[in-house]
């Protein structure tokens, strides 16, 4: 039986896990069997470079966590070596650095997707494949900022036709 002390601190991790789970836009949980510490090294730089937060998580206290938020979907996951990856608010940079890191290193095989929430409810590996794939916030942005931008450059050159052909005629 766990002392007192053990078992406070063990409450206190789940309480640290289940306010993780909901004041996150996103998670995405991980297995890192046998990524090598300087795999593990570049990983954790490219997610806190995306402002990612990324911890190493004891099974049996993220899965009573997860019961208590409502993910006991994600029961099943917790086995083996498990990590969370979060994000307060960039829904989809944790899947993205994630999905990135584990194509550019198919050789330095260790890591792998295991599951995921956004917003409150839990996601499928396809769906976390898919926000993987949707552009950065920033791009988007800048998308937007372009598309509206050539508009703005259209409407200017229609005018600007329009005024050289009123004054060819006059």
Do not use: C, W
């Amino acid at each position: 039986m766990p002392s007192e002390k053990v078992l406070e601190q063990k409450k206190a991790v789940v309480e640290s896990l289940k306010e993780r789970f909901q004041s996150n836009a996103t998670g995405v949980f991980v297995t890192y069997s046998g990524l090598t510490v300087e795999k593990d090294t570049e990983l954790r730089n490219k997610l806190r470079e995306a402002g990612v937060e990324y911890t190493v998580i004891k099974n049996t206290l993220a899965r009573f966590a997860a019961n208590e938020v409502g993910f006991e979907e994600l029961s099943d996951i917790f086995n083996g070596t498990t990590a969370i990856a979060t994000h307060k608010e960039d829904v989809v940079a944790p899947a993205k650095v994630l999905s990135e890191f584990i194509d550019a290193n198919k050789e330095a095989a260790g890591i792998e997707i295991k599951a995921g929430f956004v917003e409150g409810k839990v996601v499928s590996l396809d769906e976390i494949k898919a926000m993987a794939k949707v552009p950065s916030k920033e791009t988007l942005y800048a998308m937007l900022a372009g598309g509206l931008n050539a508009t703005i450059a259209g409407l200017a050159r229609a005018i600007n036709a329009v005024k050289e052909k009123q004054e060819a005629e006059a």
